[in-house]
């Protein structure tokens, strides 16, 4: 009789399943010519949230290493989207919020950090100046990249960091394909005869252009430097890290980015500072003598600047002394430009600004005809701001640029008590390596602003939440004992 039973039961099921199925087709094949191309992604959406109800945090691994390689899709000038991570980050959030609502146990050593704070208190502001926005639906498409930003490579982020060789993993899992990229890019310089004017295209379609390239890298780069070096790994380990070292070096170099440049020598001056143990108040004064002493001699320092004429260049050396010229090269200009328009927009708006994301297509108005040069755009095209600090003030009003200050500063707290207290030098060497990358993208923050877009925000927001997760769970030798009983209490959100 129990044969017989499951025998029906089974041939229940088979009836269901393949009515289904055949629904399915049939209503898809009629969709397909009414010219509705979506139905087929329902299974796979499906498929994606169970997994992140199984294990979001192998989702959250797969999403990572794809973030490099991902492609843009353009729809018009207000909608684009990046496949496959932007579904699956809006997926990860769901989810995440789901078990919160529901099942709750977010680690409250995390949610009370000052870091933490300090992006909440970003986000909430960004959700107020969505709600005034001038632009209602591009800010809430703004607001919610952000968020699925921050949820997936944060917060989530720092649960999966109460194990130190996760953030190994996490690290290599973006590095590889990175390396990968920049290893195609190479390839395509040489296959159009090292033409230097390759260089500004050969790394598409999984970068945008090569600014946000080489700010990408230049995160990486002393992380991979700080591996090779660490003794606290094996010989073998440190020989395969600085293979990869060397491989982001070159993308520095041939990714032709001035801002990048200049990001990592201005980091490297600044881990000379911790690796000498310099002490930050002589950093502090000296850093205003030399304020005081431009503003001194601003008028020579201005004559200097002036008789540069060495505008962007094929040859290295001049690319790079075309830094300082602000009399005739075009994309210095441009970059003023952008950056007074941004400052009149908020004399105009202070508070909340023009809306997040609106920059670009609210700014045109804002610009003079003597500052206008022959690659300004009324369209907001070639990047926004180019500024990470400006950019939020003209959109989100003071306050917008006060919390992204917030966040860049207590992470550098955060690293450097993490850096200076631990008493593991893994831990220890760790910090100083994410601590110096995420230098070069606070320095970059001043000439470019990426911050909407995966592929800086992933290794951006990974940061902030590795530092984050060494100073909670890892900062010391006793904490493996209050890492247990935490592990043991939370619900696994991971």
């Known amino acids: 009789m129990a044969n017989l039973l499951d025998t029906k039961d089974s041939s229940r099921f088979n009836n269901w399943f393949f009515g289904i199925v055949a629904a399915f087709v049939a209503i898809n094949c009629w969709l397909l010519t009414e010219e509705f191309y979506f139905l087929p992604a329902i299974p796979l959406v499906l498929l994606i949230i169970l997994s992140a109800l199984m294990a979001i945090d192998k989702l959250v691994y797969f999403i990572l290493f794809f973030t490099p390689l991902s492609l843009t899709v353009e729809f018009n000038e207000f909608a684009a989207l990046t496949l496959p991570t932007e579904p699956l980050l809006f997926g990860v959030m769901l989810v995440f919020f789901f078990k919160m609502l529901f099942e709750g146990g977010f680690d409250k050593r995390i949610t009370r950090h000052p870091v933490t704070l300090a992006i909440i208190f970003h986000l909430v502001w960004m959700f107020f100046t969505t709600l005034t926005s001038t632009m209602f639906l591009v800010s809430l498409k703004f607001f919610m990249a952000r968020l699925w930003f921050v949820t997936c490579f944060y917060f989530i982020a720092t649960q999966i960091f109460q194990k130190v060789e996760n953030i190994r993993l996490w690290i290599w899992l973006f590095t590889i394909p990175l390396s990968i990229v920049i290893i195609y890019s190479v390839i395509q310089f040489f296959n159009y005869n090292i033409d230097k004017n390759a260089l500004y295209w050969v790394m598409q379609p999984f970068f945008k252009d090569h600014t946000i390239y080489g700010a990408v890298i230049a995160m990486m780069l002393p992380i991979m430097f700080v591996f090779s070096f660490d003794k606290s790994y094996t010989p073998k380990y440190r020989f395969f890290s600085f293979g990869f070292f060397t491989i982001i070096l070159i993308g520095i170099v041939v990714s032709y980015t001035r801002a990048a440049w200049l990001s990592v020598a201005g980091a490297y001056g600044i881990y000379l500072i911790y690796l000498l143990k310099i002490n930050w108040k002589i950093v502090f004064a000296g850093f205003l003598l030399a304020l005081c002493g431009a503003f001194y001699y601003q008028d020579e320092i201005m004559l200097k600047i002036g008789r540069n004429k060495q505008s962007s260049s094929q040859d290295l050396a001049e690319h790079l002394q075309s830094v300082s010229n602000i009399k005739s090269d075009a994309s210095n200009l441009e970059r003023i430009n952008r950056w007074s328009s941004a400052v009149r927009m908020f004399k105009k708006e202070p508070l909340f600004g023009f809306g997040p994301g609106t920059y670009k297509f609210k700014y045109a108005p804002f610009q003079r005809s003597t500052e206008i040069t022959y690659?300004?755009?009324?369209?907001?095209?070639?990047?926004?701001?180019?500024?990470?600090?400006?950019?939020?003030?003209?959109?989100?009003?003071?306050?917008g640029t006060l919390g992204m200050l917030m966040i860049v500063i207590l992470s550098i707290v955060t690293g450097?008590?993490?850096?200076?207290?631990?008493?593991?030098?893994?831990?220890?060497?760790?910090?100083?390596?994410?601590?110096?990358?995420?230098?070069?993208?606070?320095?970059?923050?001043?000439?470019?602003?990426?911050?909407?877009?995966d592929k800086a925000s992933a290794p951006f927001w990974s940061m902030i939440a590795i530092l984050v997760a060494l100073d909670v769970y890892h900062h010391k030798k006793e904490k493996k004992a209050d890492l247990k009983k935490s592990a043991s209490e939370q619900s696994d959100i991971v």
Request: aromatic share 12%.
């Open 375 to 399: 690659v300004s755009t009324n369209a907001g095209s070639l990047g926004n701001a180019h500024s990470e600090y400006l950019g939020p003030m003209a959109e989100q009003g003071i306050l």
């Open 416 to 453: 450097t008590r993490v850096y200076q207290k631990s008493d593991r030098a893994e831990i220890r060497f760790l910090a100083i390596g994410i601590l110096i990358g995420l230098f070069t993208y606070f320095l970059h923050g001043f000439l470019n602003n990426f911050l909407d877009q």
